[in-house]
T-cell receptor, first 114, second 108 residues
């Protein structure tokens, strides 16, 4: 079974631009969560989507948004990029309520904002 | 709020046993998970404790004490490939919150 895939793997953007990251979950998984990982703040929860609905949201500004499609693929968008948005963005999928404690992570997208 | 605290770094030699602790403050605790992350890699799930006690999975074991708000990951027969960061994690109203992370360095 194929794992979680994320595209692109690396991205360099300029302050003020916007970016869209993509995540394809494991086949059959309906829940997709997004996390931001930085050396200073660690792994922080951004949001979770389940069956095309945002189910939970972390403490991030409205510049961070996402969506999920009917095939469970998910996208995350960050508008008006700031230097502090430079991070590794990870998505993870799970079956949902069943086995939600076991999440499968993708390799991440390394975003650099200059 | 919710927080999970871990030691920042632990070192050990090959073949040894190491314990990585996690103390938590949560509202609505739903159990403790552990993840491993190698440098440049993605976190991978190791174990989950819903109830108090010890869960064993090969060389790795995880323990939970709800009364003490404490858990640990025990790694036995350490190998060089176990050098990685280890995170405890817990759900808070359906948001998976990660601990501060412990970097384990295994020396020959």
């Amino acid at each position: 079974k194929a794992g979680v895939t994320q595209t692109p793997r690396y991205l360099i953007k300029t302050r003020g631009q916007q970016v869209t990251l993509s995540c394809s979950p494991i086949s059959g998984h309906r829940s997709v969560s997004w996390y931001q990982q930085t050396p200073g703040q660690g792994l922080q929860f951004l949001f979770e989507y389940f069956s095309e609905t945002q189910r939970n949201k972390g403490n991030f500004p409205g510049r961070f948004s996402g969506r999920q499609f009917s095939n469970s693929r998910s996208e995350m968008n960050v508008s008006t990029l700031e230097l502090g948005d430079s991070a590794l963005y990870l998505c993870a999928s799970s079956l949902g309520d069943i086995d939600k404690y076991e999440q499968y992570f993708g390799p991440g997208t390394r975003l650099t904002v200059t | 709020g919710q927080s999970l605290e871990q030691p920042s770094e632990v070192t050990a030699v090959e073949g040894a046993i190491v314990q990585i602790n996690c103390t938590y403050q949560t509202s609505g605790f739903y159990g403790l998970s552990w993840y491993q992350q190698h440098d440049g890699g993605a976190p991978t799930f190791l174990s989950y404790n819903a109830l108090d006690g010890l869960e064993e999975t090969g060389r790795f074991s995880s323990f939970l004490s709800r009364s003490d708000s404490y858990g640990y990951l025990l790694l036995q027969e350490l190998q060089m490939k176990d050098s990685a960061s280890y995170f405890c994690a817990s759900y808070n109203t359906d948001k998976l919150i990660f601990g501060t992370g412990t970097r384990l360095q295994v020396f020959p």
